[in-house]
């Protein structure tokens, strides 16, 4: 209990962040996939899930590497919680729009 | 009365899984929206309950993206022989009919993607319920914030669920 009375935000805000991150880059290979064939190729790890498995593999590396490394740097800080709040909420908006199939879909070839 | 061992996990991943998610949902937003200074006498019970169930939500949802990608997905994918019973083959069966197509290109598509965000969502959350345990209740900002991403996860597990009951119901696993 007096651990968590002295606790910054740092942690939090990483977590909060990271995970953005991490919906804003599904988005992003979803729609990459959808636009350049090649990147399609790559993201195919495992033939019968197809790019599915590379774009998911992906977004979930970058969730965790991102989380890893502001849970470091912020990890004893009390950093700005709005500014990293919006901006958290705006990768995961990204992240909704680029898999949302009328938009990635517009990319298709 | 008899049911295939895809059809088991198909309703493992959806019914099980699934519903299992929604069950908890609302059991955890209200508390973590009831979690303030004046409403709570006991926070600390209610945070280390929140801790159990919010954990337990997340377990089920990486649970449920992993068993629908790397299993029921590959099912429903399967490209057909020539001359094979489409019924079987349920993404090519969808998409062999322009009024059928659209349970795919949109259903299929979005949900497929979108549910991955709602396991990271809840993971993020269950960190911080964890860590930051009581003094939730005195950081509102964080709480808010908390509520709003587990909305989120939720909006985003109840598009894969519902479209998977959907396009279950057009062009079920078998």
Do not use: C
């Not at chain 1, 599915?52 to 991102?66: D, E, Y």
């Not at chain 2, 926070?43 to 990486?62: D, F, N, P």
């Amino acid at each position: 209990m007096e651990q968590q009375k002295n606790l910054t935000n740092g942690r939090a805000v990483a977590a909060i962040l990271a995970a953005g991150i991490g919906s804003m880059v599904l988005g992003l290979f979803t729609t990459l996939a959808e636009a350049i064939g090649p990147v399609k190729k790559v993201l195919n790890l495992y033939d019968p899930v197809g790019p599915l498995s590379g774009k998911t593999t992906f977004a979930v590396v970058a969730w965790l590497v991102a989380w890893i490394l502001l849970g470091s740097l912020w990890r004893n800080k009390q950093i700005g919680f709005a500014r990293v709040y919006i901006a958290s909420l705006i990768l995961i908006a990204l992240g909704l729009i680029g898999t949302f199939p009328p938009f990635f879909q517009i990319f298709g070839h | 009365m008899i049911i295939t061992w895809r059809e088991l996990w198909t309703v493992i991943h959806g019914m099980g899984l699934g519903s299992l998610f929604f069950l908890v949902f609302s059991g955890i937003l209200v508390t973590l929206w009831t979690l303030h200074p004046e409403r709570v006498a006991a926070a600390e019970q209610r945070v280390r309950q929140l801790g159990i169930a919010i954990w337990a939500t997340s377990v089920i949802l990486w649970a449920t993206v992993i068993t629908g990608t790397y299993t029921v997905y590959i099912w429903y994918r399967a490209k057909p022989p020539a001359g094979a019973d489409l019924t079987e083959f349920p993404r090519s069966y969808l998409l062999s009919h322009p009024d059928r197509a659209g349970w795919h290109n949109l259903g299929m598509e979005w949900k497929e993607h979108v549910a991955w965000l709602a396991p990271i969502l809840v993971t993020a959350v269950a960190y911080i319920i964890t860590r930051y345990g009581t003094k939730l209740v005195e950081e509102d900002k964080l709480r808010k914030a908390v509520v709003v991403l587990f909305s989120i996860a939720f909006f985003a597990a109840t598009i894969a669920v519902v479209f998977g009951a959907f396009i279950n119901k057009m062009a079920p696993i078998r």
